[in-house]
């Protein structure tokens, strides 16, 4: 079945630092990816569209420059945190939708990412 | 921005008896899809029921979709222990832009 893979699993840093969390599509190709965030008991919020060769679209009250998007291949999506702060803490998780005829309704998830900034 | 609304909240119940969910929304959808998350943890696809189809079952699963209503249910039958999980609806809006809106989801604990 299709698999999506985040790294990393967790990630503690501290505030000021950037962090880098990859989205990997391992046995498909991927057009197109979302990134999500999810705090503790909530439910999931969509932050941006990440489109392989093009630029990311992100949703409205999502800082693009806080949040670098880059889709480098069909199976690669990266998020980038930048000067992360204890705000950001949160649970990123990655979807990617099969570029396949007839399986593009289904998105697959990724694990997540737990990220803690102290 | 989230447009899904789901009740209960949290549901508990033993094992053996059934669950229902029911997730409403707002806009008009291609799709709307059911997921199951364990604590912690990724997201798994359940089901998915488009828009011009009104029920759909998969093993222990039950869903049910009213368009004119904008609502529609999850029933896991004969529950388990081991369906102790968050469950969510998540929409997709016309257009194929893939973008889903998540409902926010109910908490089920099957007790043994």
């Known amino acids: 079945g299709a698999v999506v893979s985040q790294h990393p699993s967790r990630v503690i840093c501290k505030s000021g630092t950037s962090v880098k969390i990859e989205c990997r599509s391992l046995d498909f190709q991927a057009t197109t990816m979302f990134w999500y965030r999810q705090f503790p008991k909530q439910s999931l919020m969509l932050m941006a569209t990440?489109?392989?060769?093009?630029?990311?679209?992100?949703e409205q009250g999502v800082e693009k420059d806080k949040f670098l998007i880059n889709h480098a291949s069909l199976t690669l999506s990266t998020l980038t945190v930048t000067s992360a702060h204890p705000e950001d803490s949160s649970f990123y998780i990655c979807?990617?939708?099969?570029?396949?005829?007839?399986?593009?309704?289904?998105?697959?998830f990724g694990p997540g990412t737990r990220l803690l900034v102290l | 921005s989230q447009q899904g609304e789901e009740d209960p909240q949290a549901l508990s119940i033993q094992e053996g008896e059934n669950a229902t969910m029911n997730c409403s929304y707002k806009?008009?959808?291609?799709?709307l899809q059911w997921y199951r998350q364990n604590s912690g943890r990724g997201l798994v696809h359940l089901i998915l029921?488009?828009?011009?189809?009104r029920e759909k079952h998969s093993g222990r699963l039950r869903v049910t979709l009213d368009t004119s209503k904008k609502s529609s249910s999850l029933l896991i039958t004969a529950s388990r222990a081991a369906d102790t999980a968050s469950y969510f609806c998540?929409?997709?809006?016309?257009?194929?832009?893939?973008?889903?809106?998540f409902g926010q989801g109910t908490t089920l604990q099957v007790k043994p």
């Open positions: 029921i488009r828009s011009n189809e």
């Open positions: 998540a929409t997709d809006g016309s257009g194929n832009t893939g973008k889903l809106i």
């Open positions: 990440s489109n392989e060769g093009s630029k990311a679209t992100y």
């Open positions: 806009t008009s959808i291609n799709n």
């Open positions: 979807s990617a939708r099969d570029r396949r005829a007839g399986a593009m309704e289904t998105q697959y």
